[in-house]
């Protein structure tokens, strides 16, 4: 056979490997999906059977700049149908804009106890983390819930995810999502994403291993446990420090878990560079936090080794075992797809659009090849830097903005 020949038959073993390992990955995930729901179901019981004890929580949003669906997120949480609670919104300055929302809104609701505190230039690397440093001292309860701005739920979210913090062995709840696109092609995608490739890992990382870190949209917590860690400020030099919060909890001893409870992440129309840029962050992120479950993830994805096994067969005269190899990928994304973004999560979309959900898979791909270059990243109007562990450097922070705070 000849050099070319040789490398074809070469690139179409890659194919069927990568063909076997993300049929494998399928399987996991679907056994790990039932197991998931299983769980829940259990859990969604335990908590009904918790109502009448239900303590004072403090809910801290963060708040960065405009959002499309701000008012509609922020307003969702000040209806909860909860017996006690207050909301703590955070800002960087008292000019954000974001700020007239809230206050519109606290307005609405004067029976909710509510206030703004500002935190000042950030002197720690990440700066959401350091407005909650700011805000976490002026809670009056014991209880948390720490929420993104983006995140929107029903008036029932506080009645399920704070009960599990009653057993004094949990130490966080934290909380799947479904993806809201803002009615644009490249939300749909990234929409498609949240409801079914972030579960799918998290239900196979439950199976295999339990769950030892959070997701950022929403986590529930006590006082207590946070002491425990160092704080908040235990999770200020990374990017991704829902992730190290959570595993930071399970490292000191504490259960990590999910809620039954399925909250919204709502995304708002941007550019496509913006859409892409944020999703390459993320990448980055897991590459630096978990650098070998981050290369094995690239053996996860199924319609990038069809499309090469499609290739290859058919350069080596074999058009027919292309075919079936490529049939074989998009057939894998269409039941994840339907499994778990519909049947687990519930959200509608995942099933109306399997047949797009393995473009979604081929972009994640190219996103996680990319993500092995370069070491920068732009975030929330900054310049950062990954070093070791996931840990950021800002680049462009000025020594005067620093010592003004």
Known sequence: MSVEGLLWQGLLYIAVVGTASSTIYLFMVLVGAFRFHREVEIARKRVQSLQSALPPVTVFKPLHGMELRLEENLESFFQQDYPAFEIIIGARDAQNPALQVAETIARKYPEISSRVVISGPPTWPNA???????????????????????????????????????????????????????????????????????????????????????????????????????????????????????????????????????????????????????????????????????????????????????????????????????????????????????????????????????LRDLLGWLLWVCSFTGRNFYWRGETYRFIKNGKIVPQDRTKASAESA
């Open 128 to 358: 959401k983390v350091f407005s909650l440093g700011k805000m976490i001292p002026t809670a009056a309860s014991d209880f948390f819930v720490i929420s993104d701005s983006d995140v929107k739920v029903g008036p029932d979210f506080l009645r399920n995810i704070v009960p599990p913090l009653l057993d004094p062995a949990i130490g966080l709840v934290t909380c799947l999502y479904k993806g809201v696109p803002a009615g644009d092609f490249w939300s749909l995608l990234e929409a498609l994403g949240m409801s079914v490739e972030m579960p799918s890992g998290v239900v196979v990382a439950n199976m295999v291993e339990g769950i030892r870190f959070a997701l950022g949209p929403a986590v529930a917590l006590r006082r207590d446990a946070l002491d425990k860690i160092g704080g908040i400020a235990a999770t200020a030099d990374y990017y991704s420090d829902d992730y190290v919060l959570g595993n930071k909890m399970w490292l000191a001893g504490y259960k990590v878990i999910f809620s039954h409870y399925f909250i919204e992440h709502v995304l708002t129309p941007r550019p496509l560079n913006r859409t892409l840029g944020d999703q390459l962050r993320w990448m980055k992120s897991t590459r630096y936090s978990r650098p070998l479950g981050h290369v094995g993830t690239g053996l996860t994805y199924a319609v990038p080794f069809g499309i090469l096994g499609m290739i290859a067969a058919s350069a080596l005269g074999r058009p027919l075992l292309g075919g079936l190899l490529l049939c074989a990928a998009l057939m894998n994304r269409c039941i994840q797809s339907i499994a778990v973004g519909w049947r687990l999560i519930g959200d509608r979309r995942p099933l109306y659009y399997s047949w797009l959900y393995p």
